[in-house]
């Protein structure tokens, strides 16, 4: 099929595949640029196109860019009508905390995908016929991804921003459904885990080759254990199985899977952190294997997932695919960081301008490092949430009370408000 493109700028080469079979055409940038740690910028890519009634084209972030340098695109995919006839342009942003990245003439920034696109009516009924989702639904829970927002019964605190996934409480990572001797079945998976020696292992020869135990890495910064701390109350909110530092303008909210608490949400501005407390293994960090299956659900749900050395250790930097209000397709741009300790791991979901801009994500990072977690000596199966309490001073806000500065968005990404719950205003 044959294109129609101009040239903008007179000297630019033309959209190109690198490779036979590839779906996607290298553009380029025809102007020099250097984008800070956090920065975006539009650049102009010196063709516009006439595209065929009934296709579209669709800019693609480069995977060998978001690799290397940690680029990725806003509003990735980017999409250009077969009516329009403008400069294409990319919306680049740096997601590297530390690095500047530069962009001489010419470079390739984007690749470029031309598909065909159905036109369909839109018909007027009084009634939706039925559905397995339903319409408040995210489906049935095998087909939910292990970082997908779990179905809660309720909520304390305002939660207005869909701005992150939290994870399956019931089902936490993927993990089976555990039996009914839950408590007998935790001590004793502790004990096997923790048991296999140096014998066994040689009896294993010609069996399937198995997972790398790895021991936690040194926390020097924190997270801390409650046995780390002597005063683990001082300047932190005590919800139980955390204390979370406790800063001047934060709103603390946590999050309800039936009766339990299971997450605390730090909302600062334009910026969220949420953590979560997990059981572990006593002499194997569970974060590396955590962060393939958060990567894998991610990547087989359409997003895009870059894992990178950042200033809390390894973290992935995730773009997620979210449904905009208009039903087209968005992506929302999230951290996940994790720490394990003794026995127990620490993960954190980093969201809003934290997720893409270094110097709002200092105070969020801060926060994850001071928070102490607390076990407890009780048998826990690995994976199994830490379960947390409210503040002893806590005030509630009744559901429904509405207050001016929370009824739009702050970082949602367009994508509109949740219902309200009751709140917790913690007043530093």
Known sequence: MDVLIRRVDPDVPLPSYAQPGDAGADVRTTEACELAPGERAVLPTGVSIALPEGYAAFVH????????????????????????????????????????????????????????????RFQEVAELPGSVRAEGDSGPPEAMPPWAPAPMNKRVGIDTRRSYPTGKDSDVFGRRKKSGAAEDAASEAEQVVDGIDNEDAEDTEGAEPQRVRL???????????????????????????????????????????????????????????????????????????????????????????????????WELRAQVPVQLPDGTGGFQVVRFVGVDGPRWFLRGVISGQGAVQPQAAG??????????????????????????????????????VQQEDQET??????????ARGPEITEVR
């Open 409 to 418: 968005s702050r970082f949602s990404g367009g994508m509109g408000q949740l």
């Open 215 to 313: 021991e936690p890495e040194p926390r020097p910064d924190g997270p801390w254990d409650v046995s780390e701390v002597r005063e683990p109350g001082e300047g932190r909110v005590d919800l139980g199985g955390l204390f979370v530092p406790g800063v001047e303008g934060m709103e603390l909210r946590v999050e309800v899977a039936g009766d339990a608490i299971v997450a605390a949400t730090i909302v600062l501005q334009d910026s969220a952190v949420q953590l979560q407390g997990f059981a572990a293994p006593k002499r194997e960090g569970i974060w590396g294997e955590v962060r393939e299956e958060i990567a894998s659900g991610i990547t087989q749900q359409g997003g895009v997932i870059d894992e990178v050395e950042g200033p809390l250790g």
């Open 61 to 120: 972030p480069r995977s060998g860019l978001a690799a290397r340098c940690g680029v990725a695109m806003v509003n990735a995919p980017g999409t250009i009508d077969a009516g329009y006839r403008g400069e294409i342009k990319v919306i680049v942003v740096n997601l590297d905390p530390r690095e500047s990245v530069r962009f001489e003439r010419f470079d390739r920034i984007a690749q470029l995908v031309v598909q065909q696109v159905e036109k369909v």
């Open 363 to 400: 105070l969020l990072e801060q926060i994850f490092r001071d928070t102490v977690v607390v076990r407890g000596e009780g048998p826990m199966a690995p994976r199994d949430p830490i379960v947390l309490k409210l503040p002893d001073d806590a005030q509630m806000v009744p559901e429904g």
